[in-house]
Structure formats: structure tokens, C-alpha cells
């Protein structure tokens, strides 16, 4: 009887442990030039779960985002609130696909052939609309440019790259 007390307190507390362990909402962007292709990559991931909770929040029904229709919706989404600009022109941001499982979303899109110029801004603001915690990080790489990383959220949607 002891060692099923034992058990069972361990197994709630790692329950516990799980429904605690997403209190943090994070993205993670990645941004770098490819001198293969000559284009610069742009890789989004994000909480499977969180993606799902937004839309569903805002069209009150599932998605699977194994299917393309289902992944225009989170596409519309994304480019509305995901913009490289340069002199308050945004770059052309090719989508090129998106891959889901149990865990994330992935989102995968280029801009061809061109390197981020200097000045470029960046506005982050996905997910943030929904969930007041959640934070972006960006990392942005490419030639002549040292690693770089900032930091978006509800009150910072905005920032120039370094």
C-alpha cells in the first residue's frame, strides 16, 4: 500500500509537471542567407498546441494542418503578422511550405535572391495578439553580419535587425 501511494503521488506530481510545463509560449524564427541559392531563409516554429488554440479561437472549429486548406488559414494569419521591410517596403516573403506534428509547427519560406540589405525591419507579431505571454526569439545570420538575436512580444511587435 505504501509503495502504491508512492506511485500514485509520483505520477501526480509529474502530471502536475506537465500541466505546468506550458506556461511558457515561445517562437522561434530563424533567419539566415543561403550562398547556395543566393536567397534568405526564413524558418518559423512554433507550439503545435498554441497554433491549434488560436485557430480555433478564431473560427471555432479543428484544424489539421497536414491538409493545404487548413494551412492557407494559418498562412493568411502568419503573413498579416510576419513582415521583412526595407524603407517601409515589405520583401517579397515566397511561402514554401509548412510541416506539423503532435509537438510543433514548422513554416518555411524565402525571400530569392536577396540578402537582408541594412536597415531592414522586422515586425513580429505572431501568436502575440492571442497569447499575452508569448515570446518570439529571432536569429538572424548571414555574410559579413555576426549572429544576432532579438527578442518580440506583445508590447515589442517591431524592431529594426541589427
Not at 506511485?7 to 502536475?16: N, P, T
Not at 534568405?40 to 497536414?66: P, S
Request: hydrophobic content about 40%; aromatic content about 8%.
Amino acid at each position: 500500500m505504501m509503495r502504491f501511494k508512492a506511485v500514485l503521488a509520483a505520477a501526480l506530481l509529474c502530471c502536475g509537471a506537465a500541466a505546468q510545463a506550458h506556461n511558457y509560449h515561445v517562437g522561434l524564427t530563424e533567419i539566415s542567407f543561403n550562398p547556395r541559392t543566393g536567397g534568405t531563409e526564413v524558418v518559423h516554429t512554433y507550439t503545435a498546441h498554441d497554433v491549434e488554440a488560436l485557430l480555433m479561437n478564431l473560427y471555432q472549429r479543428q484544424f489539421d494542418l497536414g491538409l493545404e486548406e487548413d494551412q492557407a488559414v494559418f498562412r493568411r494569419y502568419l503573413e498579416k503578422r510576419f513582415r521583412i521591410s526595407v524603407d517601409g517596403k515589405p520583401l517579397p516573403l515566397k511561402w514554401v511550405g509548412l510541416q506539423a506534428n503532435v509537438d510543433n509547427v514548422v513554416v518555411f519560406q524565402e525571400i530569392d535572391q536577396t540578402e537582408l540589405p541594412p536597415g531592414a525591419v522586422l515586425l513580429d507579431g505572431v501568436l502575440t495578439d492571442f497569447l499575452p505571454q508569448q515570446v518570439n526569439n529571432v536569429n538572424v545570420s548571414g555574410p559579413g553580419r555576426p549572429t544576432a538575436s532579438i527578442v518580440f512580444n506583445r508590447d515589442r511587435r517591431e524592431q529594426a535587425l541589427p
